[in-house]
Structure formats: C-alpha cells, structure tokens
C-alpha cells in the first residue's frame, strides 16, 4: 500500500482523539467540584501525557495495517517525537501543579508517605533516564540491544506507575467505570508489548531461514542470502525492508532492521547488504554459511508505483542504495522500461557498491546514472564533491520533474538538503519519498 | 513521508493537544 496523504490525516484525528480521551472521560458526570484552572491544566496535562506515553506501545507495534499506509520509519519517528512530547507533559504536570499549589509537594515528601514520594520520584527519574538513553544512546556508547532492554522496562514503570498514581489520587475516577477504562488502556498497552515481544517472535520461529551464501562487496559491506527452512519465504514491495535475526532465537532483542537489497522477483532466496557501521553489522561478515536466522517484515512504505508508467528518480548517499538495487533489480527482472535517474554520491570509486551491476543495469534499464564522487580519480569528468542543489539543477531537468516519484535515502545531512530542495522545485509530498538509515 | 514534516506534525500535535487541555480545564472551571 502506498502513502497517501488522507490516510495518514484519519490516523492523526484518531490519534489525538484517543490522546485527548482520558481527559474528557475525567471531566464526565459525576465530577467533584473544580479546583483552580492552573490545577484542572496541569491534571490535564498529566492525562494526557500518559495516554501519549500509553499509545507509544501501539506505534512501536508493527502493526501492518497502520505501517502499510504510514511507513514503520515514519512511525518510529512519530514515536521519537511523541515521546518527548509526553515527557515534556508529565514534566508540566509536576511543575505547574507545584507552583499552583505548594501543598501537591507533599507528594513528593517521604515524610508524608513514603512509598508515594519514592514510586513518583522514581517515576521522574525514569523519564529523564528514558530521555536521555534514547536520544544519546550511541553518545553513552550503550548497545541497541541494552538500549531496547532499558527502554522497554522503563516505559512498563512509566505506565505502570502513572496509572496506580491515577488510582491513588482517585480525584476524577470515583466511579467503577472511569476506573475500567484506565484498566483496559493500561492491559491494552500491556498487550502491545506482549504481542511484539512474545507472539510476533513465537510466528517468526515457525519460519526460520538459514544463511545459504555470504559476499563481500566493497565498502566493508556484505550480501547475506537467506533461503527459507520448510517454508515458501517472504513476498515484500522493493523498497522495503525487515527486522533481521541473526543467530539468535527469534525472542532475543538482537533485531535490527535493514532494506532488502535483492529482486522482489526471486522467490528462492532474499538478500540483505549490510555495510559495517555498529557494534552488530562489524560482525556480518564473519556469520557462518548455514547460520539460522529470522526475518520480521516486509515493513516500510518507501516503494515504488506498481504502474510502470511512473518514473522514478533516486537521489541516494552511500549505503542508501541498497533499497534501490531492489527497485532497480526488480525493474529488470520485470523487463520494466520506466524512466530511471539514479543520482548516487559515493566517496572514491574503490568504496562504491554495487558500482559494475549498476553500470550493466544501465544497459538493460532505462537508467540515467549520475555517479557524484567526493574524492574523484585524476582524469574524473563526472560531478565532483558531495550531492549539492548545483548538481540536483543540473540533472533534474523539467523532463524529470514531471511525473515521477522520488525516492531519497542517505545520510542525514544529504537528506536535510534534499526534501525540502524537492518541495521548492514544486514536487507534490505524497511523491518524495524518503528513508533515513537512523530509524532506531 | 519526509522526516521535517513528521516533527513538524508531532509538534502541531502536542500544542493542539496543550490547547485542548487548556480549553477543557477553563470548560470546567467556569
């Protein structure tokens, strides 16, 4: 399924909908009497932030139906972004309550009640440290799979502990049915986590592949083929990629995802290109011919238009050309004739990927390859230095312009520069599509 | 979806989520 505008427009209503629900439930008939309006906003606030934090569980699912439309990417982000929305709630909660009111310290007071004061003090302890994890995780030098290990139980006693502190106030849910519903949220979110940690692995290790072939390409990078084990394997979209498990059961937390580089056509094997970024990919090349191994997917929504009619133009940095040697190698296996401009900055001509197959595809395809070098050989004649809008307005002539998507992946500097380059230049949104490498 | 407009929707999110709590909360109180 492809992104579309209007779908992701219904999933943001319900999504604030839904974050603004506990709070219209609160306000519901029978009601104490109000309190002061910084009081009842800050009690809002409170609210709110913890459905945000409730509804964190629903975007780090893997829903399919939802990530069709929106892209797992996307919502990975979205869920970034979210994240630090509810902290910055709850953190207003406490804050303004306090100033409104110096009496809500004593929640905070040990002398006043122990076990309040030290579960709330842990609680705000638990978002800083949720906060501060995830977005210098790589400056702490913690690993992913410690990273997704804290993340997870902070998050349960982030929830956990908002909702016996609701329960405990009990200011706004004196009647059963307002205390069912933050029950069910709460067991709503809980399952969430269940079905992506216990039964989306327990499906995944029902389906195992091995690893039948391993080559090293240039750039410290390798192509793991995996053929399925007793089964008929995965259909994906090119473009799309899975969270890959490598010698591990499928209940371990080492998963990482990574674009498929191989031909959607191929149905006896997928491959993976990985280049040797982090602590898990250095590791790629030294995996064993016969490795078991699982693959969670196809997710992702940066794929190209069934109709071959459309053109596309990819403007890729680096490693980011790996979903697009699935587009470009499924375009041939289809004998597609679309219009193709590939625009890929690489750093010298030695560290290049897939740089000869690309040269043959422009032979078979209907391929223009604008190959950007940073460091050129002596003798070089095409462009030079990295990806600019110079170049961009050189290539992307108003012949290409019209009536093609846009398919931008690579670093994120590169991409900081391109999306809005393709929006000046008058490129409807719903036809970039773009795909950061950093979506954990 | 480009990655610009998924903050820039978070963040529209977050203040028409702060203005609906401050409009309900001013509901209650007058």
Redesign the interface.
């Given at each position: 399924m492809k992104?579309s505008l209007k779908q992701?427009a219904v999933w943001?209503t319900l999504?604030?909908i839904f974050?603004?629900a506990p709070?219209?439930v609160a306000?519901l008939s029978p009601?104490p009497n109000?309190?002061?309006?910084w009081v009842?906003?800050a009690?809002?606030?409170g609210f709110?932030g913890l459905a945000?934090m409730g509804f964190q569980f629903v975007l780090t699912g893997r829903f399919k139906n939802i990530a069709a439309s929106?892209?797992l990417d996307?919502m990975l982000?979205?869920h970034r972004?979210?994240g630090q929305?509810a902290f910055?709630?709850i953190l207003g909660h406490v804050f303004i309550l306090m100033l409104a009111n110096p009496n809500y310290l004593a929640f905070l007071d040990p002398h006043a009640n122990l076990p309040r004061a030290l579960a709330l003090s842990a609680v705000l302890g638990a978002l800083v440290l949720i906060l501060v994890t995830t977005v210098w995780r790589q400056s702490f030098g913690l690993s992913y799979e410690w990273w997704r290990v804290i993340h997870g139980v902070l998050a349960l006693f982030i929830v956990f502990i908002g909702l016996v502190h609701i329960l405990q106030v009990g200011f706004y849910i004196s009647v059963w049915w307002k205390q069912a519903f933050w029950l069910i949220m709460t067991v709503g979110a809980l399952f969430l986590l269940i079905n992506t940690r216990i039964i989306n692995p327990l499906r995944m290790y029902r389906r195992p592949y091995r690893i039948s072939q391993i080559r090293e390409e240039r750039d410290e990078a390798w192509t793991l083929s995996l053929e399925p084990v007793g089964h008929h394997g995965i259909r994906f979209t090119p473009g799309q990629f899975a969270w890959l498990t490598l010698d591990k059961s499928p209940f371990s937390l080492r998963q990482h995802p990574f674009s498929f580089s191989s031909s959607a056509e191929n149905n006896e094997c997928v491959e993976f290109t990985i280049k040797a970024l982090g602590d898990f990919t250095k590791t790629v090349g030294a995996t064993k011919i016969g490795t078991r191994a699982y693959i969670e997917g196809p997710y992702g929504?940066f794929t190209p238009d069934p109709d071959p009619a459309v053109g596309c133009v990819f403007i890729v940095g680096g490693v980011g050309i790996t979903p697009i040697m699935s587009m470009l190698r499924t375009f041939r296996d289809r004998s597609e004739s679309r219009n193709l401009c590939l625009i890929y900055g690489t750093l010298s001509l030695e560290t290049t990927l897939f740089l000869d197959e690309i040269r043959d595809l422009e032979r078979t395809l209907n391929l223009k390859f604008v190959h950007v070098l940073e460091n050129p050989p002596v003798g070089w004649n095409g462009e030079r230095g990295l990806i600019s809008k110079d170049i961009l307005n050189r290539h992307l002539s108003e012949h290409y312009i019209r009536d093609n998507e846009y398919f931008v992946c690579g670093p994120e500097t590169m991409?900081?520069m391109v999306?809005?380059y393709l929006?000046c230049r008058g490129i409807p949104?719903k036809y970039?599509l773009?795909e950061?490498f950093k979506i954990v | 979806m480009l990655h610009i407009y998924i903050r820039r929707i978070a963040i529209g999110v977050g203040f028409l989520l702060v203005i609906i709590v401050a409009l309900l909360a001013w509901s209650r109180v007058a």
């Open positions: 992104f992701a943001i999504y604030v974050a603004a709070i219209v306000y009601v109000a309190r002061s309006f009842e906003f009690v809002g606030l709110v945000i929106l892209g996307s982000q979205f972004q979210a929305i910055f709630f929504a991409m900081d999306e809005p929006r949104l970039i773009s950061r | -």
